[in-house]
């Protein structure tokens, strides 16, 4: 059974930083292509990033409005996907999902995490 | 970017209707097309991909069609259990993009 865990969530003040990780298993992580997606509390969802996996290069592609700010990263070794968040702005408030990026759709989603933005 | 705008936003309807969601693309999408279901306070469930595809384990209630810019989500009968969100979503390039949302309620 595919199971992805999301940690690291919490409170930070505006220009802070955060990582969050997704603990995968049940699935060969090392093959799989992972997003990260976020909703705002209320909002719809919103697709933030890309990680591809490491046969086709690791690439990563951004949503504009993290671009620049927010880092996708993998430990395959550790079968574990990494946002690493840095200035943070009250609008990144929101529920952070990863998701098993199929190439066909988004498959499994972790439960999600809340990050809150705020002074 | 492709926006996807979904209508309508919000549909009350009974258990046992024939419920149907519209996603339009603001350009064409080949077949990289999905829909998710989202229950209060849980994460997204894949239901169709490629326009028409049913994951598996989704009730054979749940259907997508469609091509091009337009396309649908059919629940040919509502179940108590279909009450929720549907999100629509392209994933022909980038940035992948989901639609606004339809929320079912009950009627």
């Known amino acids: 059974e595919v199971q992805l865990v999301e940690s690291g969530g919490g409170l930070v003040k505006p220009g802070g930083s955060l990582r969050l990780s997704c603990a995968a298993s049940?699935?060969?992580?090392?093959?799989?292509?992972m997003s990260w997606v976020r909703q705002a509390p209320g909002k719809g969802l919103e697709w933030i990033g890309r990680?591809?996996?490491?046969?086709?290069?690791?690439?990563?592609n951004y949503a504009a409005p993290v671009k620049g700010r927010f880092t996708i990263s993998r430990d395959d070794s550790e079968n574990t996907l990494y946002l690493q968040m840095n200035s943070l702005q009250t609008e990144d408030t929101a529920v952070y999902y990863c998701?098993?990026?199929?190439?066909?759709?988004?498959?499994?989603w972790g439960q999600g995490i809340l990050v809150t933005v705020s002074s | 970017d492709i926006q996807m705008t979904q209508s309508p936003s919000t549909l009350s309807a009974s258990v046992g209707d024939r419920v149907t969601i519209t996603c339009r693309a603001s350009?064409?999408?080949?077949?990289?097309f999905a829909w998710y279901q989202q229950k209060p306070g849980k994460a997204p469930k894949l239901l169709i991909y490629q326009v028409s595809t049913l994951e598996s384990g989704v009730p054979s209630r749940f259907s997508g069609s469609g091509s091009g810019t337009e396309f649908t989500l059919t629940i040919s009968s509502l179940q108590p259990d279909d009450f929720a969100t549907y999100y629509c979503?392209?994933?022909?390039?980038?940035?992948?993009?989901f639609g606004g949302g339809t929320k079912v309620e009950i009627k």
């Open positions: 049940g699935f060969t992580f090392t093959n799989a292509w």
């Open positions: 998701a098993t990026d199929g190439q066909l759709a988004f498959d499994s």
């Open positions: 979503q392209q994933y022909n390039s980038y940035p992948l993009t």
């Open positions: 990680i591809l996996r490491k046969t086709d290069g690791e690439t990563t």
């Open positions: 350009q064409s999408i080949p077949r990289w």
